[in-house]
């Protein structure tokens, strides 16, 4: 259960990461126009550095959780790979601990900006001006899944170490040691080369 929970967590965050990405590819083909126009035409679409800012904030919280599931954020390894299994499972769940809390304050604090905008009414200070609301909305619940991420693997990792199962444990909540990383570059560069 817990497996399959990883799982299909993992994948709504793949589908999230992509989705994130095609918004900044939108983004960009927006800025490349809004370039273009102002170049040739001396006119401005209007709004575009707005809008690339928008999908910048919302893109970033919605693909921290893959990132997550790749453990792609940076986790400093210098001591880490020194110590053994004990002290590596207690700074994996010290580590995701502490990103906990500050998610969860960091989420609380984000909601009572997106409160303060619906009350107030607020839009943006600029030609489009936009509710606030719709992008820190839009934001928020990407902070929202990135803190339930973090509480899946909490719980995962700790279903694992006491079910007495500590290599799978690492797996979902340790960091890749260079060994890994070295070989997950060498498949990666066999399956393209099989691929021509």
């Not at 799982?7 to 992509?18: G, H, L, N, V």
């Not at 986790?75 to 809390?101: E, M, N, S, T």
Request: glycine letters at 6%; charged letters at 15%.
């Amino acid at each position: 259960m817990v497996f399959h929970l990883l799982e299909k967590s993992e994948k709504i965050s793949q589908i999230a990461a992509w989705c994130s990405g095609l918004l900044l590819f939108l983004a960009s083909i927006m800025i490349a126009v809004e370039v273009v126009l102002r170049k040739a035409f001396a006119v401005s679409m209007g709004g575009a550095d707005e809008l690339s800012s928008y999908a910048l904030a919302i893109s970033c919280t919605w693909g921290f959780s893959y990132a997550l599931f790749r453990k792609s954020h940076i986790r400093i390894d210098v001591l880490y790979c020194r110590l053994p299994q004990k002290g590596r499972a207690f700074l994996d769940l010290l580590a995701y601990g502490l990103l906990a809390i500050y998610l969860v304050t960091l989420s609380y604090f984000g909601f009572l900006v997106v409160k303060t905008s619906v009350i107030k009414h607020s839009v943006a200070n600029t030609p489009l001006a936009t509710p606030l609301w719709i992008p820190q909305a839009l934001w928020l619940l990407g902070l929202f899944w990135f803190a339930f991420m973090i509480f899946v693997i909490l719980a995962a990792t700790c279903y694992y170490r006491l079910r007495g199962n500590p290599q799978q444990a690492a797996q979902v909540s340790g960091i890749s040691t260079l060994d890994e990383e070295i070989q997950e570059t060498a498949d990666v560069t066999i399956e393209r080369t099989q691929q021509k």
